[in-house]
């Protein structure tokens, strides 16, 4: 009876198993993607969004993502968009590595309150309403509440909708977006 390890092989050790891989020593380099034509050349971009919800290992798998080629060229641009926390996170000591690998840091201000009440009108009009839906007072506390900031601006308005539905009004008034911000920002 023969042995294993007498029999010979007509393959590599590797390709005996659909579910072992290559070693990574014998892995073949892979080729660099080039365009094949000019009007290809454009740069891919890698977005995302949330980023501050990633934690320090998986922003670390993107520092190594952006490290290739020793910073020569890079095969793609990264935008990490999120709120102020991912500065903060980045910031820290363990990410120092992508913190220097950022080229352009932007942050978004709120908008002021002209653009509050563009921003409201604006969304009522896509709706199929002309008229004014929400009051002076109540655009203003909207935006006084957010910040100006478009998320907290969206929260407070359908809580407002709400609010003003549950009244029985047609009008959104100071009144019933005072009840949708004791209802956004209300202690649990």
Do not use: C
């Amino acid at each position: 009876m023969e042995s294993a390890a007498s029999t010979p092989r007509s393959s590599p050790p590797w390709a005996e198993s659909p579910n072992r891989t290559r070693p990574r020593s014998s892995r073949r380099p892979t080729t660099r993607w080039r365009p094949s034509s000019p009007s290809a050349a454009r740069t891919p971009v890698l977005i995302l969004d949330e980023a501050h919800l990633l934690a320090h290992d998986q922003l670390e798998s993107v520092r190594m993502l952006t490290n290739h080629d020793m910073d020569s060229t890079s095969p793609f641009a990264t935008l990490l968009i999120g709120q102020p926390t991912l500065r903060r996170k980045i910031k820290l000591g363990v990410l120092a590595a992508l913190d220097q690998r950022i080229g352009i840091r932007y942050h978004m201000a709120g908008m002021t309150l002209g653009e509050t009440v563009s921003y409201l009108s604006h969304h009522v009009s896509l709706a199929g309403r002309a008229d004014p839906l929400f009051t002076e007072d109540s655009a203003a506390l909207i935006h006084t509440t957010s910040r100006g900031y478009p998320r907290a601006i969206n929260n407070l308005a359908i809580q407002a909708l709400l609010a003003t539905f549950a009244a029985d009004k047609t009008i959104v008034d100071e009144a019933s977006t005072r009840a949708a911000v004791n209802e956004v920002i209300a202690p649990e």
